[in-house]
């Protein structure tokens, strides 16, 4: 018996693999992980325990409930100025994870290729891979701020490219796309005649003011295909539920890979995103604040040390060079996490162009991240 030719080109994620390695073991410094140090809210908790007592406890539809549904398009509508027609072309899916990966099923065919960035998130990658695609790596680089080129962008489209993949505020750089590059980005996918598939995930962590969602440069979704997530910005990671605005001719391709992997999203938890869409904001501020004071006391540390780093715009995390340390990424992060009890993520996680980094999360507490960034140091 013979397994199917992508089972053998499937990679597996090398953030998952670090975090693995690091799990369990006394006295470590986490700062591998990519999700917030903050516990769900307690709005948000009482509302999933309030549904599944109700009886919510039921299949949803696909799309995801009604209720959440026109509450998101009533967000990405005021917050993310995309003129959604409707909460329609609006779907729930198990976490941004989810959503992109019913996306990527749904415009790429077997031998398409598809531009992502390096260093990029790693799915990004394994979704291409799964559906028989070919991901083609347009470089982000410290000379360019670590932003998308257009040229480079244009130079890599062939007739074999279905889509592009942009990613801010950025995982794992935190570089943020600012509305004029947004404009010729969009230009350049315009005239190629490609799709752009835009991973927002991290769209209420911006330091910066500059993030703009690049579907609110059409009048309605039509080329851009836009993902979110509750998972990094409410603090949601295990909760899994995401979301995307699509265009009218893409909405039926989702759902159709939505039904017979997922089916529907946890009711109880959708119920728990409607609370956190709907209710109090104002500590989403204060924990954006956090995460920018804690960037600050990482690049006030390192000043004057071998390591040097790129000061993100958005997200929480900091991209590390380990300067001339003499080990390659993956080995850094090893040794460090077996002599000094740090764990960080390998730059190689993220693509070629990680070697010689590390990602460094910031969504912890003041003093774990300023001890681990002592051992660092040390």
């Not at 010729?184 to 995930?201: G, Y």
């Not at 996680?349 to 460094?360: D, I, K, S, W």
Request: net charge negative.
């Amino acid at each position: 018996m013979k397994l199917s030719r992508t089972a053998a080109n499937r990679p597996k994620s090398g953030v998952r693999k670090m975090m693995e390695l690091a799990w369990g073991r006394e006295d470590v410094i986490h700062l591998e992980i990519g999700e917030p140090g903050f516990p769900t809210p307690a709005h948000v908790r009482a509302a999933a325990q309030r549904a599944a007592e109700e009886g919510h406890t039921r299949y949803a539809p696909t799309p995801g409930l009604p209720e959440l549904k026109e509450a998101l398009t009533h967000k990405l509508r005021t917050v993310n100025r995309i003129q959604v027609p409707g909460s329609h072309q609006v779907v729930v899916s198990n976490g941004g994870a989810n959503a992109l990966f019913a996306v990527f099923g749904s415009v790429l065919d077997p031998g398409d290729s598809i531009l992502v960035p390096d260093p990029g998130w790693s799915n990004f990658t394994m979704m291409a891979n799964a559906f028989g695609a070919r991901p083609r790596y347009y470089r982000l680089t410290a000379e360019g701020g670590y932003l998308p080129d257009p040229e480079q962008i244009a130079a890599l489209i062939d007739d074999s490219t279905k889509a592009v993949v942009l990613n801010s505020p950025s995982n794992p750089l935190g570089s943020v796309i600012p509305r004029q590059l947004a404009e010729r980005l969009f230009e350049v996918c315009a005239e190629k005649d490609v799709w752009i598939i835009s991973d927002e995930c991290y769209d209420g962590i911006d330091f910066s003011g500059e993030f703009v969602s690049i579907g609110s440069l059409e009048s309605e979704p039509w080329r851009v295909i836009s993902v979110f997530s509750f998972s990094k910005v409410y603090a949601m990671t295990g909760w899994r539920i995401g979301y995307c605005a699509l265009p009218p001719q893409v909405v039926d391709p989702v759902l159709t890979l939505l039904q017979p992997s997922v089916m529907c999203v946890n009711t109880p938890a959708q119920f728990a995103a409607l609370a956190a869409i709907t209710g109090p904001q104002d500590y989403l501020d204060q924990w954006r604040e956090q995460y920018r004071e804690n960037r600050d006391l990482v690049l006030n540390k390192i000043a004057g040390s071998p390591f040097t780093a790129h000061a993100p715009d958005g997200g929480f995390y900091v991209w590390l060079n380990t300067g001339d340390c003499g080990l390659a990424s993956e080995e850094f992060t090893v040794k460090l996490l077996t002599d000094r009890r740090v764990a960080l993520t390998p730059g190689t996680a993220f693509g070629a162009l990680g070697e010689g980094h590390v990602r460094l999360s910031l969504a912890t507490s003041r003093d774990q991240l300023a001890e681990g960034i002592d051992r660092l140091l040390a």
